[in-house]
């Protein structure tokens, strides 16, 4: 009656073990280290970059305790974090020769210090939030009304395309303010103006006085420019901290028109300012083919240009451009026509009829991709223009499929859409974030003793087993938080301890359901096996209510709220299973085999009208 088959005690077993495994490297802590990573577009971290590190580092007699190279650069380990700041010093010396063209991101880092047979087993310890790694905080405030500017200048030269391939005359086209204005000289010219921008421009909302039109944006375009411009500097940051190795940075809009920026475990918060404040365009320019070649640069600009073996040579480009980054609408990564990597891109409707124009006269010519960052321009492709483009077409060159995804990504969203200014900077200390993790830690401890003790005093053996289960779920909850790659954070260390609670409410319902059945006068086997079958549906309608509330939090909650979601969702899953299953297997293994059960040590039980007994039943 009380007895699991074999491979229900193996498969319980199974769960401690993987759960103690993955619970494991959250016990080890962190090491500082030094990370280095591309900061131009053109520019690849790779194998020869990690040996580079390498050779710098014993160059310099500073010991590491390993280098390793991943997606976003090389991170070099040290013991200490005063030559981790030593590290950084040399490899900054030796990467970024010249302060003011850096050609790496050397920034300052921790990495777990588990050991490497758990990281072979993707046992990684979980993410740690702001305020409890400690880093910093950035508010950002984003300029709406420069949103708005660059899309009517974008709009205006629109216009003028589009009155001219109407052939459609005017007297100048010219921006004031937030509103485009258009003349004319004559009430015909006028007129038709006004029927080509009103079914070509549905945006705009016109007036008109005179021989002059008047457009201004409508409220539905203003909101709508407005929230793509956030949307789109999000993305942006996304990217820009990305190169920093942040584990787990939080970028998400608050209000109409801020940016919350928090990078936790962050330590250099001067290169994440200037990380953060970047601002970087795209242009497409024609190649000056007679400057490259004779080196005559006069009225060209010259900007450098990486090739695939790594060597740099000067491209002479003309001064006028084709177009800006504004203009790209879609990037993907894919592949030509001879199946070598390529970028494919999509330019709004104004963006192909210039490009089909100016392509249809240059052919045979080459055309740049310049990205302006940190104020310095550098050629990131350079192509030979083999027919009539529109506004669908393939940037090929000699790419592998990783440079062909790295340019998608910064044509997507390699400029911000409106400029952001930093109005609110916070920074946390690592020894505020460890004695907030103290705090958490010993306030669920004592929680958890308080309960096991009182368990024990009031259901003996039963008493035993509930805490156990308790301690389990614990252990399961933080292995399952760790496998996710989930974040804990002050409000998580709270869900944590009202899983405890939760969890032994179960257990509460389940000895008492048992204690009736003893009360009842049933045999102790009966008894068990009565009381765990009859509170499961109990604990499972009350479960899925609090999982309801917890699932309605973590879809509409943000922040502390969606990070408390998490950590509880999780919570109310291991509950259900330590407080059901490993409970009866503990109870099973103790009591199952007990062919003649006489009594179990679950407390008193009190009967009406007679004194109470600590003899749970007799057969």
Known sequence: MNRYPLWKYILVAVALVLGFIYTLPNFYGESPAVQVSSAKATLRVDDGTRRRVEEVLKNANIAHEGILLDAVGVKARFATEDIQLQARDALEKAFNPDATDPQYVVALNLLSASPRWLTAVHALPMYLGLDLRGGVHFLLQVDMNGALTKRLDSMAADLRLQLRDKKVRHA??????????????????????????????????????????????????????????????????????????????????????????????????????????????????????????????????????????????????????????????????????????????????????????????????????????????????????????????????????????????????????????????????????????????????????????????????????????????????????????????????????????????????????????????????TAISEGYARAFGTILDSNITTLIAGLALLIFGSGPVRGFAVVHCLGILTSIFSSVVISRTLVNLIYGRQKKLTKVAIGQIWKPGVTATTVAGKK
Request: aromatic share 4%.
């Open 172 to 525: 100048g086209i010219s921006r004031d303010k937030d509103a485009i204005i258009i003349k004319f000289n004559d009430a015909e010219g006028r007129d038709k103006a006004r029927a080509v921008i009103a079914d070509l421009q549905t945006d705009l909302a016109l007036t008109q006085a005179d021989l002059t039109l008047t457009a201004t944006l409508t409220p539905k375009s203003r909101k709508d420019i407005q929230e793509a411009a956030l949307k789109q500097n999000i993305v942006t940051l996304s990217n820009r901290v990305n190169e920093l190795g942040v584990a787990e940075p939080v970028i998400q809009q608050q209000g109409a028109d801020r940016i919350v920026v928090q990078l936790p475990g962050i330590q250099d918060v001067a290169e994440a300012k200037k990380m953060i404040g970047r601002t970087a365009t795209l242009e497409v320019r024609m190649v000056d083919e007679a400057a490259t070649v004779s080196g005559v640069t006069a009225g060209a600009d010259l900007f450098p240009h990486r090739e695939k073996e790594g060597s740099v040579s000067q491209i002479a480009v003309k001064k006028q451009v084709v177009l800006t980054g504004d203009r790209f609408t879609k990037a993907n990564s894919t592949f030509d026509q001879n199946h070598q990597p390529a970028v494919s891109v999509e330019l709004d409707a104004a963006g192909g009829r210039i490009m089909r124009d100016v392509t249809r006269e240059n052919l045979k010519k080459q055309m740049a991709i310049i990205l302006f960052d940190r104020g310095r321009g550098e050629a990131i492709s350079v192509a030979t223009i083999q027919g009539e483009f529109s506004s669908q077409f393939q940037i090929t060159g000699r790419f592998s499929p990783r440079e062909t995804n790295d340019l998608a990504i910064l044509i997507r969203s390699g400029a911000l859409a409106a400029p952001m200014e930093i109005i609110e900077e916070r920074t946390i200390g690592p020894s505020l974030g460890a004695e907030n993790i103290s705090k958490g830690f010993h306030s669920t401890l004592w929680g958890f003793i308080a309960i096991a003790v009182f368990m024990i005093v009031y259901y003996q053996m039963f008493g035993v087993v509930s805490s156990i289960a308790l301690a389990a779920n614990l252990l399961l909850l933080v292995a399952l938080l760790s496998l996710l790659q989930a974040t804990l954070t002050l409000p998580g260390i709270a869900a944590i301890a009202l899983t405890l609670g939760m969890a032994i409410d179960a257990n509460v319902l389940i000895n008492e359901r048992i204690r009736e059945e003893l009360r009842a006068g049933m045999p102790p086997q």
